[in-house]
């Protein structure tokens, strides 16, 4: 009997419900608009007309010094209003917030790591393996601002496109993923299962 393709999602809900999701969906234009431009607009500075990212961000942050500076200045002279600069400070309440963020992601992370170091899982070790060397090739084709471009050009297409036509979609995955599987049972009872695991034997003494 074959498996019915997955019902069709919220997407919305999916990337999380917020205002990003907004603007990857395009429900949020002007959002949507201004990710655009302005990730075309750093790119096309940095690749096209050649700045360097370093001296952008040093030359504007310079720019910006001199301006407040001399703000500042000019007000207490004239008797004017400082410039509205709030009070920069990081709560301890966004730190913990950002730590149980990252811990999501690092402790699963480091959890492979340490199954893949001592040897316990060979099919992760070949997934992670073949994973990293498909970033590594993708990173060879591209520079790193590129890529980002790339990425935000995906994040702004990719999930609005499936919204769409998700259903169409799914059904085309659907038949990729059943290819794949196949294929997979076949290296894994030709390959893997031929070869002879004795890693994570380890003997319990008194």
């Known amino acids: 009997m074959e498996s019915k393709p997955p019902r069709r999602i919220n997407v919305h809900q999916a990337l999380g419900g917020g205002s990003v999701a907004d603007v990857l969906l395009w429900k949020n234009w002007y959002g949507g608009v201004v990710g655009l431009i302005s990730a075309t607009t750093l790119w096309c500075l940095f690749e096209v007309a050649g700045y360097n990212p370093l ?11 001199v301006i407040l500076f001399f703000w500042a200045k000019s007000a207490s002279l004239l008797n004017r209003p400082l410039p509205p600069i709030p009070d920069l400070e990081i709560s301890e309440e966004f730190v913990a917030k950002a730590a149980d963020a990252m811990q999501v992601w690092i402790n699963p992370a480091l959890s492979i790591a340490r199954d893949i170091a001592l040897g316990r899982n060979l099919k ?5 393996a073949i994973g990293l060397w498909i970033v590594s090739f993708i990173g060879s084709l591209f520079n790193f601002i590129t890529l980002v471009f790339i990425g935000v050009l995906v994040s ?4 609005v496109v499936y919204d769409k036509f998700q259903d169409h979609i799914n059904e085309q995955l659907w038949v990729v993923l ?5 294929q997979y049972r076949k290296i894994d009872d030709n390959l893997l299962k031929k070869i002879p ?3 994570n034997k380890e003997k319990k003494t008194q």
């Open 197 to 199: 695991i004795s890693f």
């Open 178 to 182: 059943g290819i794949l599987q196949v």
């Open 156 to 159: 702004l297409s990719v999930p």
């Open 55 to 65: 001296s952008f961000v040093a030359n504007v942050l310079l720019l910006l010094v």
């Open 124 to 128: 992760l070790f070949l997934k992670v």
